[in-house]
């Protein structure tokens, strides 16, 4: 999306018509080129820009688009002054790649990318993300940690704990937390966190987390998801600002970052069990072709899974396995 198109979104974000006479006026282009600028528009997963004669372009409903100075008015100075700064991208790959592919990362610490969507949003080990235009969030953070990349292991949990109170403070309820980084409501996946990391094996390390969250997503996106999903227009009666929403996601992960440096995941362990959606529950683990059953033990002191099966207490590392319910 290039700088005309996404002005001319701005302008037609308010959900009223606006001729392409008017339109074409206000940006000093022909009426031809706002055509042009609608229909690039339009192929992008979640626009939908109606075009009725007489009347000119429209969309179906007002767009609360990202501001970069709103999402950093929510992040008091002391959390602020350790951010090195907020990209905000109409249209990225992803947003995690955006910080992984910085030149000298671990000069990056500190610097946050937030988009309106991403054409490759990803999830772990290679799966797809959903990431369609506008109305939801996608926000990653890079932070340098002088960790080993083996102490980073839990800090999925970690930030996963500090979205789950995030939401909270915004009136969700009943939302809890699947190993090592989903946050589901009533079985249904709304949000999801994905940690990569590169540096030294000892460190330091920069790890980029990454927030992927439902606020509205078209039915019609949701085709796409392979699971239950579910977003937050849902499950509150009222949606958050987004920009609001955004930027107490931004503060909370870079207290996580902070603490974590600091005390590693023992902070955060008693808080996962009070959103552990799995605690004493017979699952199974998908690793690779196998199938494990047994009764979730709750997490290691490393984040790892611990399973109780009939070959006896065993701790799961989340790169290898997938957790599934076992019904
Ligand atoms: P696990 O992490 O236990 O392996 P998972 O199936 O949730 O389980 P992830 O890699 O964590 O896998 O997340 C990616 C998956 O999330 C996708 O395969 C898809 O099922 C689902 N998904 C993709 N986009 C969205 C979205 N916008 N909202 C909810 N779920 C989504
Ligand atoms: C998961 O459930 O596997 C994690 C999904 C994480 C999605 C977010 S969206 C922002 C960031 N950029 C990405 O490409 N992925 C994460």
């Given at each position: 999306m290039n700088a005309g198109e996404y002005q001319l979104l701005k302008v037609l974000g308010d959900a009223k018509f606006h001729s392409g006479e008017a339109l074409a006026g206000r940006f000093s282009v022909s009426r031809a080129a706002i055509w042009k600028r609608v229909r690039n528009l339009n192929q992008v997963p979640g626009i939908d820009i109606q075009s009725v004669r007489g009347k000119g372009y429209c969309l179906p409903a007002p767009l609360d688009l990202l501001d970069a100075d709103a999402i950093l008015a929510r992040i008091g100075p002391a959390r602020r002054s350790r951010l090195l700064k907020l990209a905000l991208l109409p249209v990225v790959p992803s947003t995690n790649e955006y910080l992984l592919n910085q030149?000298?990362?671990?000069?990056?610490?500190g610097h946050a990318c937030v988009a309106e969507?991403?054409?490759?949003g990803r999830g772990r080990r290679g799966r797809q993300w959903v990431s369609v235009f506008g109305n939801n969030v996608y926000l990653s953070l890079a932070w340098r940690f002088d960790l080993s990349m083996a102490d980073l292991a839990g800090l999925s949990i970690a930030a996963g704990v500090a979205v789950a109170r995030a939401l909270a403070a915004r009136g969700l309820r009943g939302h809890g937390l699947k190993w090592p980084n989903d946050v589901h409501v009533q079985g249904k996946k709304l949000a999801g966190i994905l940690v990569e990391a590169n540096g030294e094996m000892e460190g330091p390390c920069l790890a980029v987390i990454g927030i992927g969250l439902n606020v509205r997503l078209p039915a019609s996106a949701g085709g796409d998801i392979d699971q239950p999903w579910t977003d937050l227009a849902a499950c509150l009666a009222s949606l958050p600002d987004r920009n609001a929403l955004v930027g107490d996601l931004l503060g909370a992960l870079v207290d996580v970052c902070i603490q974590y440096q600091q005390q590693g995941l023992a902070p955060f362990l008693e808080a996962w069990k009070e959103y552990d959606i799995y605690m004493g529950k017979p699952v199974e683990l998908q690793v690779g072709d196998e199938r494990i059953t047994g009764v979730y033990a709750g997490l290691s002191d490393q984040g790892g899974l611990v399973l109780d099966s009939p070959a006896g207490r065993r701790t799961w590392y989340s790169g290898e396995v997938s957790l599934r319910s076992k019904t």
């Open positions: 030149r000298n990362p671990l000069l990056h610490s969507h991403q054409t490759a």
